[in-house]
């Protein structure tokens, strides 16, 4: 009896044992058919996506700047990319690619992996007629060339630390090279904070007896020489004329600071001189005001020289001068267009805002009355009346003035130190330089108004 009692518990025993066996196996077996469908869902899903979606809002881009460079890469790649205008702050739609994926990951540079439906949704919203959207196709990965002095600190103009920060390629070009048409094996053209007029940046009363001042303006003088001008006035004018034919033949350029009034002054005094004899050896020439000729400009018309080389302006152009706002207060707004009807300027002003932190330089803003009528103001502070960025057509090519310094340091001064973009991923007054960067990539729409 008491052994079978045994046997009896010892059975219920093992029948318990099997219980919790099959139910370990079943939980075991629910648990990998579970994993096995993720990984099928997973393994699909990677079949089916095709595109890369590298976001531009304010919430999923964790380094817009780096963004441009992602772009500039998958163009080098022959990937195909279309510029989501207006959509997720100016997203980018590019085939799904494994090196790509890695370079965004290296990069930190945040994307979303989509499927062809998914894309295609995205392109149905976006030609929507009811939606101010456009998708526009970057068709190649445009040459570039900063025109910048040899033995120049690059972290002293912004559109080099930009294209540097972004592992954009670019390569800088002067005097020689333009002269000798190097130009025309470049698409885009940015002018670094040159005095075109031949007056050394107006730098005079403060740094005249400072040795970098005294050893540029030795330097500069050689280089005309060499080239076989008089003048450095001279030279600086034939380089203008230079950048205009290029601009003029379907070329881009952009230019930041003081290289935008003093190259259209330089164009505009064409045979005139106004240079005063500590600059080029003998005085300018009386009433040069009423000899400048407007019609050669790209952008500004019917300004006011500034005669006194003691003063560090050029004209009437720039308002840095003529400022009342506090830096707390300083912002400025972009312009807000038709994306389908006004493709080029929605392109210059993508963003993730529409206000943009205001940021000084030797030229800082430019005086509406004396911007040319067909020139479009993308970028405005309405509290002081000034245009901050500003775009036109010129011949077949385009030109972009854009005032300020550097738009992560308000007020730079010489010998300040280096702006640190890697602490300003996302900074939106960096985004409208890195847009021009794109611009000569875009297939070109007819633009409406």
């Not at 196996?25 to 079949?47: A, G, P, V, W």
């Not at 990965?141 to 972290?155: E, F, L, Q």
């Not at 030795?218 to 001008?229: M, S």
């Not at 020439?285 to 790209?298: H, L, R, S, V, W």
Request: aromatic share 12%; hydrophobic share 40%.
């Amino acid at each position: 009896m008491m052994i079978m009692m045994f046997r009896s518990k010892k059975k219920k025993l093992e029948t318990a044992e099997g219980i919790s066996i099959t139910k370990k196996r079943k939980s075991s077996n629910i648990f990998l058919n579970t994993l096995l469908l993720f990984l099928f869902m997973m393994f699909s899903f990677q079949l089916s996506a095709s595109r890369i979606l590298i976001p531009m809002d304010v919430d999923t881009q964790s380094n817009h700047l780096k963004a441009y460079g992602i772009v500039y890469y998958s163009l080098e790649n022959q990937l195909s990319v279309n510029w989501l205008l207006n959509y997720r702050g100016g997203s980018f739609l590019i085939a799904d690619s494994e090196k790509l994926r890695k370079e965004c990951q290296i990069r930190g540079v945040d994307f979303e992996l989509i499927s062809d439906n998914m894309a295609n949704s995205i392109l149905e919203e976006i030609s929507s007629p009811s939606r101010n959207m456009e998708s526009v196709a970057l068709e190649k990965a445009p040459k570039i060339a900063v025109y910048s002095p040899t033995g120049n600190k690059p972290w002293d103009d912004a559109v080099t630390m930009a294209l540097t920060y972004a592992e954009i390629p670019y390569q800088t070009i002067y005097d020689k090279e333009v002269l000798s048409d190097a130009l025309l094996l470049y698409d885009w053209l940015h002018l670094h904070h040159e005095d075109f007029t031949g007056q050394y940046g107006k730098f005079y009363r403060a740094f005249r007896t400072a040795p970098w001042y005294i050893q540029e303006k030795k330097e500069a003088e050689e280089l005309a020489a060499e080239l076989g001008y008089s003048k450095v006035s001279e030279e600086k004018l034939a380089v203008a004329l230079k950048i205009r034919d290029y601009v003029i033949g379907g070329g881009f350029m952009f230019a930041m600071c003081s290289a935008t009034d003093s190259y259209d002054i330089a164009l505009a005094a064409e045979g005139v001189d106004i240079a005063e004899a500590m600059f080029d050896g003998d005085p300018s020439e009386p009433g040069y005001q009423a000899k400048i000729n407007f019609n050669n400009t790209f952008a500004f018309t019917d300004f006011e020289l500034e005669r006194s080389p003691m003063v560090y302006e050029f004209s009437s152009i720039d308002m840095t001068a003529k400022r009342q706002i506090q830096k707390e207060n300083d912002y400025f707004s972009l312009m807000d267009y038709s994306a389908k009807w006004d493709v080029v300027p929605t392109m210059l002003t993508q963003n993730h805002t529409r206000l943009v932190k205001g940021f000084m330089g030797q030229t800082t803003s430019y005086d509406p009355d004396n911007i040319k009528p067909g020139v479009l103001i993308m970028g405005e502070s309405k509290l002081n009346n000034e245009a901050r960025y500003i775009h036109g057509i010129k011949g077949k090519g385009f030109f972009t003035f854009y005032g300020g310094h550097d738009p992560e340091d308000y007020q730079h001064r010489v010998g300040d130190p280096k702006t640190e973009l890697e602490l300003h991923p996302n900074s939106p007054g960096y985004r409208l330089i890195l847009n021009n960067v794109l611009f000569p990539a875009a297939k070109k729409k007819e633009q409406k108004t």
